[in-house]
Protein backbone atom coordinates (compact mmCIF):
# COMPACT_ATOMS: atom_id res chain seq x y z
CA UNK A 1 0.00 0.00 0.00
CA UNK A 2 2.48 2.11 1.40
CA UNK A 3 4.55 1.31 -2.70
CA UNK A 4 1.17 2.41 -4.19
CA UNK A 5 0.74 6.02 -2.59
CA UNK A 6 4.65 6.74 -2.99
CA UNK A 7 4.25 6.35 -7.09
CA UNK A 8 6.61 3.44 -7.09
CA UNK A 9 7.15 3.18 -10.53
CA UNK A 10 7.94 -0.28 -12.24
CA UNK A 11 10.96 -2.08 -12.38
CA UNK A 12 12.78 0.02 -14.75
CA UNK A 13 16.28 -1.10 -13.12
CA UNK A 14 16.02 -4.62 -14.27
CA UNK A 15 15.06 -3.74 -18.06
CA UNK A 16 17.60 -1.12 -18.23
CA UNK A 17 20.23 -3.98 -17.24
CA UNK A 18 19.63 -5.89 -20.26
CA UNK A 19 22.60 -5.68 -23.23
CA UNK A 20 20.89 -4.26 -25.65
CA UNK A 21 22.22 -5.52 -29.40
CA UNK A 22 23.22 -1.50 -30.28
CA UNK A 23 25.42 -1.50 -26.83
CA UNK A 24 27.02 -4.54 -27.62
CA UNK A 25 27.90 -3.84 -30.69
CA UNK A 26 29.28 -0.22 -29.96
CA UNK A 27 31.44 -2.46 -27.13
CA UNK A 28 33.17 -4.80 -29.34
CA UNK A 29 33.44 -1.74 -32.21
CA UNK A 30 35.16 0.25 -30.05
CA UNK A 31 37.20 -2.22 -27.74
CA UNK A 32 38.44 -4.05 -30.80
CA UNK A 33 39.82 -0.83 -32.57
CA UNK A 34 41.27 0.57 -29.01
CA UNK A 35 41.83 -1.52 -26.51
CA UNK A 36 43.27 -4.67 -28.88
CA UNK A 37 45.85 -2.35 -30.21
CA UNK A 38 47.24 -2.07 -26.99
CA UNK A 39 47.30 -5.47 -26.43
CA UNK A 40 48.70 -6.51 -29.93
CA UNK A 41 51.38 -4.52 -29.69
CA UNK A 42 52.32 -4.90 -25.77
CA UNK A 43 52.87 -8.98 -26.85
CA UNK A 44 54.05 -9.02 -30.61
CA UNK A 45 57.52 -8.16 -30.40
CA UNK A 46 58.16 -10.96 -27.95
CA UNK A 47 58.19 -14.35 -29.24
CA UNK A 48 60.54 -12.95 -32.73
CA UNK A 49 62.67 -11.26 -31.08
CA UNK A 50 65.52 -12.90 -32.12
CA UNK A 51 64.04 -12.41 -36.07
CA UNK A 52 64.27 -8.88 -35.12
CA UNK A 53 67.75 -8.43 -33.60
CA UNK A 54 68.94 -10.17 -37.03
CA UNK A 55 67.58 -7.33 -38.82
CA UNK A 56 68.58 -4.88 -37.14
CA UNK A 57 72.23 -6.82 -36.93
CA UNK A 58 72.31 -7.46 -40.98
CA UNK A 59 71.02 -3.69 -41.55
CA UNK A 60 73.81 -2.20 -39.11
CA UNK A 61 76.55 -4.55 -41.26
CA UNK A 62 75.85 -3.23 -44.56
CA UNK A 63 76.04 0.75 -43.38
CA UNK A 64 79.29 0.35 -40.82
CA UNK A 65 81.09 -3.11 -42.71
CA UNK A 66 80.81 -4.35 -38.57
CA UNK A 67 78.08 -5.92 -36.52
CA UNK A 68 76.56 -4.40 -33.17
CA UNK A 69 78.21 -5.60 -29.97
CA UNK A 70 76.25 -7.15 -27.33
CA UNK A 71 75.81 -3.24 -25.53
CA UNK A 72 74.61 -1.66 -28.47
CA UNK A 73 72.20 -4.46 -29.16
CA UNK A 74 70.72 -4.10 -25.59
CA UNK A 75 70.50 -0.99 -26.02
CA UNK A 76 68.28 -1.05 -29.33
CA UNK A 77 65.91 -3.78 -27.75
CA UNK A 78 65.69 -1.87 -24.95
CA UNK A 79 64.57 1.38 -27.07
CA UNK A 80 62.24 -0.88 -29.39
CA UNK A 81 60.46 -2.04 -26.54
CA UNK A 82 60.40 1.37 -23.96
CA UNK A 83 59.29 3.21 -26.60
CA UNK A 84 55.66 1.98 -26.69
CA UNK A 85 54.86 3.12 -23.06
CA UNK A 86 56.98 6.07 -23.55
CA UNK A 87 54.41 6.74 -26.50
CA UNK A 88 51.76 5.71 -23.93
CA UNK A 89 52.69 8.41 -21.66
CA UNK A 90 52.41 11.40 -24.52
CA UNK A 91 48.81 9.53 -25.62
CA UNK A 92 47.96 10.15 -21.72
CA UNK A 93 49.09 13.55 -21.86
CA UNK A 94 46.71 14.68 -24.46
CA UNK A 95 43.41 12.61 -23.97
CA UNK A 96 41.69 14.66 -21.62
CA UNK A 97 42.37 17.55 -24.18
CA UNK A 98 40.62 15.43 -27.15
CA UNK A 99 37.51 13.93 -25.52
CA UNK A 100 36.44 17.02 -24.46
CA UNK A 101 36.95 18.89 -27.78
CA UNK A 102 36.65 16.33 -30.17
CA UNK A 103 33.99 13.48 -27.88
CA UNK A 104 34.82 10.35 -26.23
CA UNK A 105 33.60 8.60 -29.76
CA UNK A 106 35.36 11.37 -32.19
CA UNK A 107 38.93 10.63 -29.81
CA UNK A 108 38.50 6.52 -30.73
CA UNK A 109 38.23 7.58 -34.60
CA UNK A 110 40.65 10.12 -34.79
CA UNK A 111 43.13 8.21 -32.95
CA UNK A 112 42.87 5.23 -35.83
CA UNK A 113 45.43 7.65 -36.96
CA UNK A 114 48.28 7.03 -35.42
CA UNK A 115 47.52 2.56 -35.72
CA UNK A 116 47.24 3.08 -39.65
CA UNK A 117 50.27 5.20 -40.10
CA UNK A 118 52.93 2.73 -38.04
CA UNK A 119 51.09 -0.20 -39.25
CA UNK A 120 52.43 1.19 -43.21
CA UNK A 121 55.78 2.29 -41.76
CA UNK A 122 56.47 -0.80 -40.13
CA UNK A 123 55.77 -2.60 -43.29
CA UNK A 124 58.15 -1.60 -45.34
CA UNK A 125 60.92 -0.96 -42.95
CA UNK A 126 62.52 -4.46 -44.25
CA UNK A 127 61.79 -3.03 -47.86
CA UNK A 128 63.64 0.18 -46.86
CA UNK A 129 66.33 -1.43 -44.88
CA UNK A 130 65.94 1.27 -42.09
CA UNK A 131 65.11 -0.79 -38.38
CA UNK A 132 64.55 3.21 -36.99
CA UNK A 133 61.07 2.98 -38.70
CA UNK A 134 60.09 0.05 -36.04
CA UNK A 135 61.53 2.16 -33.15
CA UNK A 136 59.54 4.75 -33.95
CA UNK A 137 56.33 3.59 -35.37
CA UNK A 138 57.06 1.88 -31.35
CA UNK A 139 56.52 5.03 -30.21
CA UNK A 140 53.62 6.54 -32.63
CA UNK A 141 51.84 3.21 -31.75
CA UNK A 142 52.19 3.91 -28.09
CA UNK A 143 50.26 7.32 -28.42
CA UNK A 144 47.91 5.15 -29.39
CA UNK A 145 47.49 3.07 -26.93
CA UNK A 146 47.46 5.79 -24.48
CA UNK A 147 44.73 7.92 -25.50
CA UNK A 148 42.81 4.57 -25.96
CA UNK A 149 43.47 3.03 -23.44
CA UNK A 150 42.21 6.18 -21.30
CA UNK A 151 39.35 7.17 -23.79
CA UNK A 152 37.89 3.85 -23.86
CA UNK A 153 36.91 3.03 -20.41
CA UNK A 154 35.33 6.65 -20.18
CA UNK A 155 33.16 5.77 -23.69
CA UNK A 156 32.34 2.31 -22.65
CA UNK A 157 31.49 3.70 -18.67
CA UNK A 158 28.98 6.55 -20.06
CA UNK A 159 27.53 3.72 -22.66
CA UNK A 160 26.60 1.15 -20.11
CA UNK A 161 23.75 1.52 -17.73
CA UNK A 162 24.69 1.60 -13.93
CA UNK A 163 24.15 -2.20 -13.29
CA UNK A 164 26.60 -3.14 -16.67
CA UNK A 165 29.27 -0.47 -15.75
CA UNK A 166 31.48 -3.45 -14.23
CA UNK A 167 31.15 -5.71 -17.05
CA UNK A 168 31.44 -3.12 -19.72
CA UNK A 169 34.65 -1.49 -17.71
CA UNK A 170 36.18 -4.79 -18.12
CA UNK A 171 36.50 -5.02 -21.67
CA UNK A 172 39.01 -2.97 -22.03
CA UNK A 173 41.70 -5.32 -20.18
CA UNK A 174 39.49 -8.24 -21.99
CA UNK A 175 40.32 -6.69 -25.33
CA UNK A 176 43.61 -5.79 -24.22
CA UNK A 177 44.34 -9.56 -23.39
CA UNK A 178 42.49 -10.84 -26.77
CA UNK A 179 45.29 -8.47 -28.31
CA UNK A 180 47.62 -10.27 -26.63
CA UNK A 181 47.07 -13.49 -27.23
CA UNK A 182 46.33 -13.08 -30.86
CA UNK A 183 49.95 -11.66 -30.68
CA UNK A 184 51.57 -14.54 -29.23
CA UNK A 185 49.58 -16.65 -32.39
CA UNK A 186 50.99 -15.04 -35.17
CA UNK A 187 54.51 -14.55 -33.84
CA UNK A 188 54.36 -18.19 -33.72
CA UNK A 189 57.74 -19.23 -36.42
CA UNK A 190 55.21 -21.07 -38.45
CA UNK A 191 53.16 -18.43 -38.76
CA UNK A 192 54.68 -15.15 -39.07
CA UNK A 193 57.22 -14.95 -36.70
CA UNK A 194 59.81 -15.46 -39.16
CA UNK A 195 62.07 -13.72 -41.62
CA UNK A 196 59.98 -13.20 -44.51
CA UNK A 197 56.12 -12.58 -42.25
CA UNK A 198 57.46 -10.33 -39.95
CA UNK A 199 56.68 -7.20 -41.62
CA UNK A 200 53.23 -8.13 -42.05
CA UNK A 201 53.46 -9.23 -38.41
CA UNK A 202 53.69 -5.80 -37.61
CA UNK A 203 51.38 -4.47 -40.21
CA UNK A 204 48.12 -6.42 -38.93
CA UNK A 205 47.85 -3.70 -36.22
CA UNK A 206 46.34 -1.46 -38.89
CA UNK A 207 43.39 -4.03 -39.56
CA UNK A 208 41.65 -3.43 -36.13
CA UNK A 209 41.66 0.53 -36.92
CA UNK A 210 40.65 0.18 -40.16
CA UNK A 211 37.21 -2.33 -39.25
CA UNK A 212 36.91 0.72 -36.41
CA UNK A 213 36.83 3.65 -39.00
CA UNK A 214 33.90 1.88 -40.73
CA UNK A 215 32.05 0.75 -38.04
CA UNK A 216 31.94 2.50 -35.10
CA UNK A 217 30.57 6.19 -36.75
CA UNK A 218 27.10 4.12 -36.99
CA UNK A 219 27.22 3.94 -32.83
CA UNK A 220 25.65 6.82 -30.58
CA UNK A 221 28.12 9.23 -28.76
CA UNK A 222 28.34 8.90 -25.12
CA UNK A 223 24.55 10.14 -24.16
CA UNK A 224 26.46 12.10 -20.55
CA UNK A 225 28.93 14.26 -23.31
CA UNK A 226 26.26 15.23 -25.39
CA UNK A 227 24.15 16.11 -22.38
CA UNK A 228 26.40 17.94 -19.95
CA UNK A 229 29.38 19.11 -22.39
CA UNK A 230 27.54 19.75 -25.40
CA UNK A 231 24.27 20.65 -23.56
CA UNK A 232 22.32 18.54 -26.68
CA UNK A 233 19.71 16.77 -24.53
CA UNK A 234 17.84 15.75 -27.86
CA UNK A 235 21.29 13.92 -28.97
CA UNK A 236 21.70 12.65 -25.65
CA UNK A 237 18.14 11.12 -25.40
CA UNK A 238 18.27 9.63 -28.80
CA UNK A 239 21.61 7.71 -27.81
CA UNK A 240 19.86 6.70 -24.78
CA UNK A 241 17.08 4.96 -26.64
CA UNK A 242 19.09 3.29 -29.04
CA UNK A 243 21.16 2.22 -26.35
CA UNK A 244 18.41 1.19 -23.64
CA UNK A 245 15.99 -0.18 -26.17
CA UNK A 246 13.07 1.33 -24.47
CA UNK A 247 11.29 5.44 -24.01
CA UNK A 248 11.44 5.49 -20.24
CA UNK A 249 14.56 7.59 -19.65
CA UNK A 250 13.76 10.38 -17.85
CA UNK A 251 15.23 9.02 -14.32
CA UNK A 252 18.46 8.95 -16.43
CA UNK A 253 17.92 12.17 -17.89
CA UNK A 254 17.19 13.87 -14.44
CA UNK A 255 20.35 12.53 -13.35
CA UNK A 256 22.53 14.34 -16.03
CA UNK A 257 20.87 16.96 -15.50
CA UNK A 258 21.56 17.71 -12.38
CA UNK A 259 25.25 16.77 -12.54
CA UNK A 260 25.23 19.45 -15.69
CA UNK A 261 23.79 21.53 -13.26
CA UNK A 262 26.47 21.28 -10.69
CA UNK A 263 29.37 21.17 -13.25
CA UNK A 264 28.30 24.55 -14.49
CA UNK A 265 28.36 26.11 -10.82
CA UNK A 266 31.94 24.12 -10.50
CA UNK A 267 33.76 24.21 -14.07
CA UNK A 268 35.87 21.51 -15.18
CA UNK A 269 38.72 20.48 -12.45
CA UNK A 270 42.59 20.63 -13.65
CA UNK A 271 44.86 18.21 -12.73
CA UNK A 272 46.99 20.59 -10.50
CA UNK A 273 43.24 21.79 -8.80
CA UNK A 274 42.53 18.07 -8.79
CA UNK A 275 45.61 16.80 -6.68
CA UNK A 276 45.06 19.95 -4.53
CA UNK A 277 41.62 19.05 -3.55
CA UNK A 278 41.29 17.10 -0.52
CA UNK A 279 37.64 16.12 -1.04
CA UNK A 280 39.28 13.80 -3.68
CA UNK A 281 42.48 13.49 -1.95
CA UNK A 282 41.55 9.75 -1.43
CA UNK A 283 39.98 8.57 -4.27
CA UNK A 284 43.24 10.22 -6.34
CA UNK A 285 45.82 8.44 -4.12
CA UNK A 286 43.25 5.00 -5.05
CA UNK A 287 44.09 4.98 -8.18
CA UNK A 288 47.79 6.30 -8.40
CA UNK A 289 48.42 2.75 -6.34
CA UNK A 290 46.31 1.07 -8.35
CA UNK A 291 47.52 2.18 -11.57
CA UNK A 292 51.05 1.57 -10.50
CA UNK A 293 50.31 -1.47 -8.55
CA UNK A 294 49.39 -3.22 -11.87
CA UNK A 295 52.44 -1.99 -13.57
CA UNK A 296 55.40 -2.49 -11.27
CA UNK A 297 54.12 -5.79 -10.37
CA UNK A 298 55.78 -6.79 -13.26
CA UNK A 299 52.90 -8.32 -15.60
CA UNK A 300 54.29 -6.56 -18.70
CA UNK A 301 57.81 -7.53 -18.28
CA UNK A 302 55.93 -10.99 -18.85
CA UNK A 303 54.07 -9.82 -21.84
CA UNK A 304 57.42 -8.27 -23.26
CA UNK A 305 59.88 -10.68 -22.69
CA UNK A 306 57.77 -13.71 -22.25
CA UNK A 307 59.95 -16.42 -23.87
CA UNK A 308 63.14 -15.26 -22.24
CA UNK A 309 61.53 -15.51 -18.82
CA UNK A 310 61.01 -19.07 -20.40
CA UNK A 311 64.10 -20.12 -21.08
CA UNK A 312 65.82 -19.05 -18.01
CA UNK A 313 63.48 -21.19 -16.83
CA UNK A 314 64.73 -24.41 -18.60
CA UNK A 315 62.40 -24.21 -21.42
CA UNK A 316 64.19 -25.11 -24.55
CA UNK A 317 64.33 -22.47 -26.78
CA UNK A 318 61.91 -24.23 -29.59
CA UNK A 319 59.29 -24.71 -27.06
CA UNK A 320 59.07 -21.63 -25.61
CA UNK A 321 56.77 -19.72 -28.00
CA UNK A 322 54.16 -22.25 -27.25
CA UNK A 323 54.51 -22.19 -23.68
CA UNK A 324 53.74 -18.57 -23.94
CA UNK A 325 50.71 -19.07 -26.26
CA UNK A 326 49.79 -21.35 -23.50
CA UNK A 327 49.92 -18.42 -20.35
CA UNK A 328 47.70 -16.51 -23.17
CA UNK A 329 44.97 -18.89 -22.95
CA UNK A 330 45.45 -18.62 -18.87
CA UNK A 331 45.20 -15.00 -19.69
CA UNK A 332 41.84 -14.77 -21.70
CA UNK A 333 40.29 -17.52 -19.66
CA UNK A 334 40.97 -15.55 -16.04
CA UNK A 335 39.98 -12.07 -17.48
CA UNK A 336 36.66 -13.38 -18.81
CA UNK A 337 36.14 -15.44 -15.26
CA UNK A 338 36.93 -11.54 -13.55
CA UNK A 339 34.34 -9.75 -15.83
CA UNK A 340 32.01 -12.04 -14.76
CA UNK A 341 32.41 -11.73 -11.26
CA UNK A 342 32.74 -8.35 -10.72
CA UNK A 343 29.29 -7.52 -10.08
CA UNK A 344 28.83 -10.51 -8.11
CA UNK A 345 32.26 -10.67 -5.59
CA UNK A 346 32.92 -6.89 -6.00
CA UNK A 347 36.18 -5.05 -6.85
CA UNK A 348 38.09 -5.46 -3.20
CA UNK A 349 37.97 -9.48 -3.09
CA UNK A 350 38.97 -9.73 -6.74
CA UNK A 351 41.74 -7.21 -6.26
CA UNK A 352 42.72 -8.61 -2.79
CA UNK A 353 42.43 -12.70 -4.25
CA UNK A 354 44.32 -11.52 -7.33
CA UNK A 355 47.46 -9.38 -5.21
CA UNK A 356 47.25 -12.59 -2.66
CA UNK A 357 47.80 -15.27 -5.50
CA UNK A 358 50.62 -12.97 -7.49
CA UNK A 359 52.29 -12.64 -4.12
CA UNK A 360 52.51 -16.14 -3.49
CA UNK A 361 53.70 -16.90 -6.51
CA UNK A 362 56.29 -14.52 -6.84
CA UNK A 363 57.25 -15.96 -3.17
CA UNK A 364 57.95 -19.47 -4.82
CA UNK A 365 59.68 -18.44 -7.52
CA UNK A 366 62.08 -16.81 -5.78
CA UNK A 367 62.97 -20.37 -3.97
CA UNK A 368 62.74 -22.03 -7.48
CA UNK A 369 65.33 -19.57 -9.14
CA UNK A 370 67.89 -20.13 -5.79
CA UNK A 371 68.09 -23.55 -6.17
CA UNK A 372 66.71 -24.52 -10.00
CA UNK A 373 70.94 -24.89 -10.32
CA UNK A 374 70.83 -27.59 -8.02
CA UNK A 375 67.61 -29.37 -8.79
CA UNK A 376 66.88 -29.01 -12.40
CA UNK A 377 63.42 -30.68 -12.11
CA UNK A 378 62.21 -27.38 -10.32
CA UNK A 379 62.31 -25.00 -13.71
CA UNK A 380 59.24 -27.19 -14.07
CA UNK A 381 57.87 -25.33 -10.68
CA UNK A 382 59.12 -21.66 -12.08
CA UNK A 383 56.41 -22.39 -15.09
CA UNK A 384 53.86 -23.34 -12.66
CA UNK A 385 54.20 -20.18 -10.80
CA UNK A 386 54.14 -18.39 -13.48
CA UNK A 387 51.47 -19.59 -14.51
CA UNK A 388 49.66 -18.80 -11.42
CA UNK A 389 51.04 -15.56 -11.23
CA UNK A 390 49.16 -14.33 -14.74
CA UNK A 391 46.10 -16.02 -13.40
CA UNK A 392 46.27 -14.24 -10.32
CA UNK A 393 46.65 -10.39 -12.22
CA UNK A 394 43.84 -11.43 -14.48
CA UNK A 395 41.57 -11.87 -11.46
CA UNK A 396 41.36 -8.48 -10.22
CA UNK A 397 45.03 -6.25 -10.33
CA UNK A 398 44.98 -6.15 -14.62
CA UNK A 399 41.06 -5.59 -15.06
CA UNK A 400 39.44 -3.64 -11.61
CA UNK A 401 41.17 -0.52 -11.94
CA UNK A 402 39.76 -0.02 -15.43
CA UNK A 403 36.22 -0.25 -13.71
CA UNK A 404 37.35 1.64 -10.55
CA UNK A 405 38.44 4.61 -12.43
CA UNK A 406 35.31 5.48 -14.43
CA UNK A 407 33.16 4.80 -11.26
CA UNK A 408 34.88 6.87 -8.65
CA UNK A 409 34.74 10.33 -10.41
CA UNK A 410 32.44 12.78 -11.98
CA UNK A 411 32.17 14.43 -15.35
CA UNK A 412 33.58 17.41 -13.60
CA UNK A 413 36.75 15.87 -12.63
CA UNK A 414 37.22 13.20 -15.13
CA UNK A 415 39.82 14.05 -17.25
CA UNK A 416 41.96 15.01 -14.94
CA UNK A 417 41.73 11.80 -13.40
CA UNK A 418 42.15 10.10 -15.95
CA UNK A 419 45.49 12.23 -17.05
CA UNK A 420 46.43 11.26 -14.22
CA UNK A 421 46.52 7.82 -13.95
CA UNK A 422 47.27 7.24 -17.61
CA UNK A 423 50.60 8.85 -17.02
CA UNK A 424 51.05 6.96 -14.01
CA UNK A 425 50.24 3.80 -15.49
CA UNK A 426 52.58 4.45 -18.95
CA UNK A 427 55.20 5.62 -16.62
CA UNK A 428 55.56 3.02 -14.52
CA UNK A 429 55.10 0.36 -17.98
CA UNK A 430 58.23 2.54 -19.50
CA UNK A 431 60.25 1.72 -16.45
CA UNK A 432 59.71 -2.07 -16.24
CA UNK A 433 59.93 -2.47 -20.13
CA UNK A 434 63.14 -0.33 -20.28
CA UNK A 435 64.66 -1.97 -16.58
CA UNK A 436 63.62 -5.60 -17.01
CA UNK A 437 66.52 -6.68 -19.40
CA UNK A 438 69.29 -4.99 -17.29
CA UNK A 439 67.88 -6.40 -13.97
CA UNK A 440 67.14 -9.45 -15.28
CA UNK A 441 70.04 -12.95 -15.18
CA UNK A 442 71.93 -13.24 -12.33
CA UNK A 443 69.42 -11.12 -9.80
CA UNK A 444 66.35 -12.01 -11.28
CA UNK A 445 65.39 -14.14 -7.58
CA UNK A 446 66.10 -10.59 -6.53
CA UNK A 447 63.56 -9.17 -8.55
CA UNK A 448 61.21 -11.92 -7.66
CA UNK A 449 61.72 -11.15 -4.06
CA UNK A 450 61.17 -7.32 -4.73
CA UNK A 451 57.78 -8.33 -6.18
CA UNK A 452 56.90 -10.67 -3.35
CA UNK A 453 57.01 -7.17 -1.34
CA UNK A 454 55.53 -5.11 -3.38
CA UNK A 455 52.50 -7.42 -3.83
CA UNK A 456 52.42 -7.81 0.19
CA UNK A 457 52.72 -3.67 0.31
CA UNK A 458 49.41 -3.62 -1.99
CA UNK A 459 47.32 -6.06 0.07
CA UNK A 460 48.14 -3.83 2.47
CA UNK A 461 46.93 -0.86 1.27
CA UNK A 462 43.77 -2.33 -1.06
CA UNK A 463 41.66 -2.90 2.23
CA UNK A 464 42.70 0.07 3.59
CA UNK A 465 41.20 1.96 0.07
CA UNK A 466 38.65 -0.29 -0.64
CA UNK A 467 37.57 -1.43 2.39
CA UNK A 468 37.59 2.49 3.20
CA UNK A 469 35.52 3.48 0.26
CA UNK A 470 33.27 0.03 0.15
CA UNK A 471 30.51 3.46 0.48
CA UNK A 472 32.23 5.24 -1.82
CA UNK A 473 33.98 4.70 -4.93
CA UNK A 474 33.50 1.16 -5.35
CA UNK A 475 29.38 0.35 -4.93
CA UNK A 476 29.69 -3.39 -3.75
CA UNK A 477 26.31 -3.25 -2.50
CA UNK A 478 23.58 -3.75 -5.11
CA UNK A 479 20.69 -2.15 -2.99
CA UNK A 480 23.25 0.95 -2.61
CA UNK A 481 22.95 0.62 -6.71
CA UNK A 482 19.29 -0.09 -6.70
CA UNK A 483 18.33 2.74 -4.77
CA UNK A 484 20.73 5.48 -6.49
CA UNK A 485 18.72 8.91 -6.18
CA UNK A 486 18.95 11.78 -8.77
CA UNK A 487 21.91 14.05 -7.86
CA UNK A 488 20.49 17.67 -6.90
CA UNK A 489 21.75 21.23 -8.42
CA UNK A 490 23.16 22.42 -4.86
CA UNK A 491 25.70 19.57 -4.50
CA UNK A 492 29.06 21.39 -3.58
CA UNK A 493 31.99 18.29 -4.40
CA UNK A 494 32.58 15.37 -6.34
CA UNK A 495 32.53 13.28 -3.33
CA UNK A 496 29.67 14.43 -1.89
CA UNK A 497 27.77 13.99 -5.48
CA UNK A 498 28.76 10.31 -5.62
CA UNK A 499 27.58 9.36 -1.95
CA UNK A 500 24.44 11.63 -2.48
CA UNK A 501 23.44 9.92 -5.72
CA UNK A 502 24.19 6.55 -5.22
CA UNK A 503 22.12 6.52 -2.13
CA UNK A 504 24.56 5.43 0.06
CA UNK A 505 24.19 5.86 3.87
CA UNK A 506 26.84 6.68 6.85
CA UNK A 507 27.01 3.24 7.67
CA UNK A 508 28.33 2.39 3.95
CA UNK A 509 30.40 5.20 3.67
CA UNK A 510 33.19 4.78 6.47
CA UNK A 511 34.13 7.55 8.85
CA UNK A 512 37.81 7.46 7.03
CA UNK A 513 36.14 9.50 3.56
CA UNK A 514 33.52 11.91 5.88
CA UNK A 515 36.96 13.39 7.28
CA UNK A 516 38.57 14.18 3.88
CA UNK A 517 35.63 16.57 3.11
CA UNK A 518 35.14 19.81 3.86
CA UNK A 519 32.64 20.99 7.26
CA UNK A 520 29.95 22.48 4.49
CA UNK A 521 30.02 18.97 2.42
CA UNK A 522 29.87 16.76 5.75
CA UNK A 523 26.55 18.88 6.52
CA UNK A 524 25.25 18.38 3.35
CA UNK A 525 25.22 15.17 3.52
CA UNK A 526 24.26 14.54 7.10
CA UNK A 527 21.74 16.58 6.25
CA UNK A 528 20.52 14.86 3.45
CA UNK A 529 20.70 11.46 5.63
CA UNK A 530 18.51 13.35 8.03
CA UNK A 531 16.47 14.49 5.89
CA UNK A 532 15.21 10.62 4.42
CA UNK A 533 14.75 9.63 8.15
CA UNK A 534 12.23 12.57 8.59
CA UNK A 535 10.22 11.32 5.31
CA UNK A 536 10.42 8.03 6.05
CA UNK A 537 9.19 8.22 9.79
CA UNK A 538 6.27 10.54 8.27
CA UNK A 539 5.37 7.26 5.55
CA UNK A 540 5.61 5.27 8.55
CA UNK A 541 3.49 7.52 11.04
Known sequence: MENKEAGTPPPIPSREGRLQP??????????????FQYGYNLSVVNTPHKVFKSFYNETYFERHATFMDGKLMLLLWSCTVSMFPLGG??????????????????????NNIFAIVPAILMGVSKVAKAFELIIFSRVVLGVCAGISYSALPMYLGELAPKNLRGLLGTMTEVFVIIGVFLAQIFSLQ?????????PVLLALTGVPALLQLLTLPFFPESPRYSLIQKGDEAAARQALRRLRGHMDLEAEVE???????????????????????QSLRWQLLSIIVLMAGQQLSGINAINYYADTIYASAGVEAAYSQYVTVGSGVVNIVMTLTSAVLVERLGRRRLLLAGYGICGSACLVLTVVLLFQNKL????YLGIICVFAYIAGHSIGPSPVPSVVRTE???????????MVDGAVHWLTNFIVGFLFPSIQGPTSEKGSLCQCSWMAGLQGWNPGVSGTHSGDWSPESKACRQEAEPRQADRTSDAALWILGSGCTGSQASPGFFRTLSPMTNDLIRGKQMDKGTEKRGKTT
Open 22 to 35: TLLLATLSAAFGSA
Open 89 to 110: LLGSLVVGLLVDSCGRKGTLLI
Open 190 to 198: VILGNPEGW
Open 255 to 277: DMRAEAQAERAEGHLSVLRLCAL
Open 376 to 379: SELS
Open 408 to 418: IFLQSSRRAAF
